[in-house]
């Protein structure tokens, strides 16, 4: 009996010193740094000291999906039809980010328009609005889709389109104050149920609760965690990483057997095989004169564009990568950025080493400025060689048409487990 009491001290001990071992050892993170400095011994959050508060990682925006980044071949894979000698193949490394699942449909551009109307100027308004006669053509009967296609419920899920890039971009910013607001009202509401605010303690919480009820939005500074990166465009070398999604090809040594030409493996636009055999994998021209087939089984399902989501997603979960709508990017287009830009996070962002003034434009010899802007994807009046995402195509910045819709990206902030 006392060799029983010996040894259950004894093992207490030893478990004891154990967890006090692990606790010394454990290793800081950027979630959770420690109640100390690991390089001045000064400790975090005293009354006048660091402020280094405990961080619940965000969880993602709406819609985002996680593109781990890695290394892969940007450029044609595709033969280049154009001639224009813009998309030569080279390896670059991508830092992990966030997309959005699908393309902005008309039901969120028409709620930005809603909230534009409501706070901003009749001006700023006109100016969001998106150009529906891009559909009108003097020798087809489009007239319809003009007044109803932005409007109507039946197009709710289908991408906007007659949006230009300044107009993109100017959802990304309202997307990001509104998503923002979101975060703090549930943060608050989640705050007054539980007796804290954003880990606040109860007199900032009020106080905060306070300015929400008075129609503010409250401070949050970067350093406290909770102020959400910004929403914008993705850069076309962003986009087309995440289009070939590559992501489980590779073998345990890094190597990979082969790359892709359309987000999907292999050379056919159809489903190879499976229960949907035959059917379409994108919405796009397939020749002169046909935008969807024959009726029945092998048919696209569109003539125009597609609701989102009605097409299979790629391996990293994004739908219409290729086809629907092309898809506005960040970049400034420059015949020769594959082979100017950066190897790491590649992106052109004004004329930088490749002046506009370098291009005959005054005798219309060029068209190439600083206003202009890429645009990938392919869309639904484009034949198969554009749906590759490899290639690239330019429109000015104030510009839109039918073809052409977008959707956000947003930078990942420390690591993703």
């Not at 009996?1 to 093992?11: A, D, E, F, V, Y």
């Not at 943060?187 to 009820?213: L, W």
């Not at 198969?384 to 956000?408: E, H, I, N």
Request: proline residues 5%; glycine residues 8%.
């Amino acid at each position: 009996m006392h060799k029983m009491g010996i040894r259950s001290i004894t093992l207490i001990l030893i478990v004891l010193l154990a967890a006090t071992s692990c606790s010394k050892n454990k290793k800081p993170t950027s979630l959770k740094p420690g109640k100390t400095s690991s390089k001045t011994g000064l400790a975090y959050n005293g009354k006048d000291g660091f402020q280094v508060k405990q961080y619940k990682a965000l969880p993602a925006g709406p819609d985002l999906v996680y593109i781990e980044g890695g290394r892969f071949t940007m450029g044609s894979l595709e033969e280049e039809v154009m001639m224009r000698r813009d998309n030569p193949k080279r390896t670059v490394s991508i830092q992990s980010f966030y997309m959005d699942q699908t393309e902005v449909a008309n039901v969120h551009y028409l709620e930005y328009l809603n909230a534009v109307q409501r706070d901003s100027s009749e001006e700023f308004y006109s100016k969001a609005l998106p150009d529906t006669t891009v559909w009108f053509n003097e020798l087809s009967f489009n007239d319809s889709y003009v007044t109803m296609y932005l409007r109507h419920p039946g197009f709710r899920l289908y991408p906007v389109v007659g949006v230009s890039w300044v107009q993109a971009n100017d959802y990304c910013n309202w997307r990001t104050q509104a998503v923002q607001m979101a975060n703090n009202s549930k943060g608050q509401s989640a705050g007054n149920k539980k007796g804290i605010s954003f880990g606040k303690k109860k007199k900032e919480a009020t106080a905060e609760a306070e300015v929400a009820s008075a129609g503010m939005a409250p401070a949050q500074t970067i350093e406290s965690g909770y102020v959400m990166p910004p929403y914008r465009l993705p850069t076309e070398a962003e986009f087309e990483y995440a289009a070939m999604a590559m992501i489980g090809t590779q073998y345990s040594d890094e190597n990979q057997s082969n790359s892709r030409i359309y987000p999907w493996d292999g050379s056919t636009m159809r489903q190879p095989r499976g229960r949907k055999q035959g059917t379409m994998l994108a919405n796009f021209k397939r020749g002169p004169g046909d935008y969807a087939g024959i009726a029945g089984k092998s048919n696209d399902g569109a003539i125009i564009t597609q609701e989102i989501r009605s097409y299979p997603p790629n391996d990293v979960g994004l739908y219409d990568m290729a086809g629907n709508v092309s898809e506005w990017v960040y970049d400034v287009y420059r015949p020769l950025s594959n082979s100017d830009v950066n190897d790491l996070n590649s992106f052109r962002r004004d004329g930088y080493q490749d002046q506009a003034k370098n291009y005959d434009t005054k005798n219309n010899n060029s068209l190439v400025n600083d206003e202009l802007r890429v645009y990938k994807g392919g869309s639904w009046a484009d034949v198969a060689y554009w749906l590759s995402p490899g290639t690239r195509r330019y429109m000015a910045q104030d510009s839109s048409t039918a073809m052409v819709g977008f959707r956000c990206a947003m930078i990942a902030t420390g690591s993703h487990k």
